[in-house]
C-alpha cells in the first residue's frame, strides 16, 4: 500500500513537468492575433510588433508582466462593476498560458499550424464608400520632448443636416496618432483659431477652444469604429465645420501624418437623434469645486437630475493628470443604482468612449453621480509640477477637469432590449476584433497530400461535426461527429490517406452555423 502511495505522489509531483508546454503557433498566436495586434503590428501605435514568432519570442517576458499585472491590453474600465461594449481583455485562462509559454523557453511549436495573419486595411474598417471624408493638411509632428495635441479645422460642405450612422479615424501614420477626438464647430471659432496658427492647425489642450463645438465621437488605438444600432446617429448641423484635435506624444517629431475621418450617414426616413453631451462635469454640480492644493489628494462627487426617460448607448468620462479613480452611476426615483463605469486606475493616455453591451434605460428623476480622487503629490508620477502646485479648473495641460459625456437619446419603450455587442463576454473574452464567433481557415497545405491540417476557431464551447465532401456532396471522410469541442483555436492534423486526387470541400458544423473550405487533394 505504501509502495502504491508513493508512486502516486510521484506521477503527481512529477506532472507539470511532464505537462505539454503551450506553443506560439496554436496557443499564442490566436490570442495575440485577437487582442493585441492591432496596435503591436510593423506601423502601430506600439512599439514592437507581436505579428510574428519572433516579435513574440523577443517579448515574451514583457507579454507575462504586462498581462499578469493587466496592463495589456489596455482595458481601463472595470469589468467587475459593468460590462461594456468590445472590451479588450483577456481570459485568466489566456494570462496563464503565455505566461506557461514563457517559462518554458517561448517554444515555436509547428508553425504551419499557426493561424492565418490578420490584415489591415489602410482604408479604413468599415465597408463601403462614405459619405464624407475629412482629412487634416498634411502634418509633420513638431513632438519633440513633451505631448501635442494638434486641432484640425476641415469644412464639410455640407448644405443640409445629417445624421451620422457611422464613423471611424483613419491615421496617416499609427506610429504616431494616440487618439483623435472628433467635433463639429458651428460658430466659426476654430476656423479662426485655425487661421490665427501659421501651422497647418493649432495646438490646444482639453477641448478644441470653444465650449460650443459638438462631440461627433473618437478614436483611441485598438478601438471599433464608433456604429450605431440601425435608426439611430449623431446629428452633423449642416455647412458646419469638422474639427479634429489629434494627440501627438513625445518623441514623434518630424514624423508625418495624414489622418483622416470617414463618415457614414444614415438613409433612414426617420434618425433618433443620438446626444453626446458632458452630463456631468464640473461646471455643475460639484461638491467641493474642482480645486486641488499642493501635495494633497482629494475627492469630489458630482451629481445632475436627469429629468426624462432616457436611454444610455455609451458614455466617456474624462479627466487631466492628476487623476487617479473614478466611478459613474445613476440613482433611479426609487432608490436603485445604475452602475455606468469604474475605472480604477486613471490613465490620461487611455481615454475613449465606451459603448453599453445593451442599451440602459434611465428613468426619469434619476441622479447621475460620478466620484473622482486627484493626487496631487510627489506619489503621483504623472503630476506635471515638480514640486506640486495648486490645481484649479481649466483646459490646460496643468488644470484638470471632471467630465463624463453621455451618450444618449430620449428612450422609446424597448430600448433596453437592443444590443449593441452581442459577442460572448469574457468570464470574469473569449473574442477579439478579429475572429469572428466561429471561424474555419483555410486548410495547410492546400493542395495536400497524405495529410491536412484543419484549423477552426470557437467563441464557446459547442458541439462540431467536421467532415469532407466531394464535389457531388457526398461525404467521403468525417473526422468530428456531434462532439463537444472547447472554446478557442484549433489546429489538428487529419489523414486523407485512400482518397483519390481532385476537388473537395471541408464543411464545419456547430450548433449556430456551417462554414466550408475548399481542399485539394494531389
Sequence with gaps: MNRV???????????????QSPTWSVDIAPVLYNNCVSCHRTGGIAPFELMTYQGAVNNAFGMKSATQKKIMPPWPPDPTYSRLAHERLLSQGDIDKIAAWADAGAPAGDLSKAPPQPTFSNSGDIQGTPDLVAKIPTYTSAAANGDIYQCFVIPSGLSATKYIAALEAVPGDRSIVHHVLIYADTTGTCAHLDALDP????TNFGGVGT??????????????????????????????????QIHYPGGTAGKVDSTQVRFFFSNASNVRNVHIDPILNHLLNISPTLFIPANQTKTFTEHQLIPIDATLLGIAPHMHLLGKNITTFGVTSTGDTQKYIRINNWDFHWQGFYLVRRMVKIPAF???????????????LSN??????????????????MINYFIWTPY??????IVIDSTFPVSIKTQGPLYGSIELFEPYPNPAAQEVTIKFYLQQEDNITLALYDLTGRMVRQWITNRKVTQGYHATAYNLSGLPPGSYVIRLTTSEKSLTQKLVIQ
Design 384 to 401: 506635471p509640477n515638480s514640486p506640486p502646485k495648486d490645481v484649479s479648473a481649466g483646459e490646460a495641460t496643468t488644470d484638470e477637469m
Design 412 to 417: 422609446k419603450a424597448g430600448d433596453e432590449n
Design 5 to 19: 502511495l508513493l508512486s502516486i505522489a510521484f506521477l503527481l509531483s512529477a506532472s507539470p513537468a511532464i505537462a
Design 211 to 244: 465650449d460650443k463645438a459638438i462631440m461627433l465621437g473618437g478614436w483611441v488605438p485598438g478601438t471599433a469604429p464608433l456604429i450605431f444600432p440601425a435608426g439611430f446617429g449623431v446629428q452633423l448641423p449642416k455647412n458646419a465645420d469638422i474639427v479634429l
Design 366 to 380: 434619476t441622479t447621475g453621480y460620478s466620484v473622482a480622487l486627484y493626487d496631487n503629490t510627489n506619489a503621483n
Design 199 to 202: 501651422a497647418p492647425g493649432y
